[in-house]
T-cell receptor, first 111, second 112 residues
């Protein structure tokens, strides 16, 4: 079945440093979504990318969807302590409504 | 958030007992999902529903059953709980447009 891999598993950065997490799918995706989960909380939708090569920005967060629509990245510029949490990518299985999640990247930020 | 309520939020149960988790929505979403979250495994889909009485299996459905007798409620049942089912269970809604889903606050289940 479809697999969605995410690296790294953990990232510990100094506040102000940049952070990037990468997502790779075993199959071509119709879209990819990113979610953030704060410690003890539930995943919250951040953004959806649909087009090949698409780039979207949300303040200090930059999301990219690969040309082949099999990979994606999330880049945070100048991390803040409020960025702490686990970031998940997710893609629909075979263009269905079953969303398959990556294993997540846990971001820790040293103040 | 998106009008999702999970109950119970926390439960401790004994091995071999049946357990039912309830997900209730007020948003009239067609699609509802049950995920479990365990360290190192991210979010894994257990079952999902695409309409009343329409359900399908996810990645880790063994040991779980679901029912959806009305739009607003999606029940997850562990017929005979095992320690390996100790986890955080999230209900989610969505899929109507672009597959974006909204999560409930989670149900922490401990099987002793």
């Amino acid at each position: 079945g479809q697999q969605v891999m995410q690296i790294p598993q953990y990232q510990h950065v100094q506040e102000g440093e940049d952070f990037t997490t990468y997502c790779n799918s075993s199959t071509t995706l119709s879209n990819i979504q990113w979610y953030k989960q704060r410690p003890g909380g539930h995943p919250v939708f951040l953004i959806q990318l649909v087009k090949s090569g698409e780039v979207k920005k949300q303040k200090r967060l930059t999301f990219q969807f690969g040309e082949a629509k099999k990979n994606s990245s999330l880049h945070i510029t100048a991390t803040q302590t409020t960025d702490v949490g686990t970031y998940f990518c997710a893609g629909p299985e075979d263009s269905s409504y079953k969303l398959i999640f990556g294993s997540g990247t846990r971001l820790l930020v040293r103040p | 958030d998106a009008g999702i309520t999970q109950s119970p939020r926390h439960k401790v149960t004994e091995t071999g007992t049946p357990v039912t988790l309830r997900c209730h929505q007020t948003e009239n979403h067609r699609y509802m999902y049950w995920y479990r979250q365990d360290p190192g495994h991210g979010l894994r889909l257990i079952h999902y529903s695409y309409g009343v009485k329409d359900t399908d299996k996810g990645e880790v459905s063994d040991g779980y059953s679901v029912s959806r007798s009305k739009t607003e409620d999606f029940l997850l049942t562990l017929e005979s709980a095992t320690s390996s089912q100790t986890s955080v269970y999230f209900c989610a809604l969505g899929g109507d447009s672009g597959n974006t889903i909204y999560f409930g606050e989670g149900s922490w289940l401990t099987v002793v």
